[in-house]
């Protein structure tokens, strides 16, 4: 991320944001289970609203300080940070409960390598785990924010036949002005995938 990114993304105003308008629209009516998985933690700020909602969290994130930076300060905590790519989780199959990503998709450096993300938390979700998380529309202001930084827009209308394309069954997207949600399940039947 680039330093205006990185300061928003651990600002009292994105945390307020999270926590009031983000986390509750992201998750309403999703039920995660106990061992969750986040994707692309940056900061924290996402990983310290979780935690009060699920019994076990492990983040992953690919860049090296932040993950070292968050796992010093939640150190002592049940939380687990691993430093990590997730288009190669460093997990087993059918591992976790729930996945969750927030705004960390269009970090991810091409259309290829987010069906590799999916189809890898798709991988180590259990039978019937969810899948439920949101990203940016594109916009001039995202353009702005992601000056020398990654940014591979992803286009909610086809986010759902990825995600189906990855494995994944009983797709929602939906959008609003600025942000789309989704959440998808892992087949309860594995063999049905
Ligand atoms: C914009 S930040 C979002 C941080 C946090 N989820 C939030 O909403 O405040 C996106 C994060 O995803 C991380 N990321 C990008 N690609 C990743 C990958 N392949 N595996 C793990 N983390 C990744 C970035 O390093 C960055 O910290």
Not at 130 to 141: E, H, I, N, T, W
Not at 164 to 191: D, H, I, Y
């Amino acid at each position: 991320m680039n330093l205006i990114h990185r300061w928003i993304c651990r600002s009292a105003r994105w945390r307020r944001k999270l926590e009031e308008q983000v986390l509750p629209w992201v998750l309403s009516d999703v039920e995660l289970g106990p061992d969750v998985l986040e994707v692309g933690p940056g900061p924290g700020l996402t990983t310290d609203l979780l935690r009060p909602r699920v019994e076990r969290l492990t983040a992953i994130e690919i860049d090296r300080r932040l993950a070292e930076s968050l796992a010093a300060r939640l150190r002592g905590s049940p939380i687990k940070v691993i430093r990590g790519d997730a288009t190669a989780l460093p997990f087993g199959s059918a591992r976790f409960s729930g996945a969750v990503s927030f705004t960390m998709l269009h970090h991810v450096p091409s259309p290829a390598l987010q069906d590799q993300l999916l189809r890898e938390v798709r991988r180590v979700l259990k039978p019937g785990g969810v899948f439920a998380g949101v990203d940016s529309l594109q916009r001039l202001s995202m353009r702005l924010f992601h000056v020398h930084d990654t940014l591979v827009p992803v286009d909610p209308r086809t986010f759902g036949a990825r995600l189906e394309a990855a494995g994944f069954e009983e797709v929602l997207v939906e959008t609003n002005a600025t942000v789309f949600r989704f959440r998808a399940r892992c087949p309860k039947n594995r063999s049905s995938s």
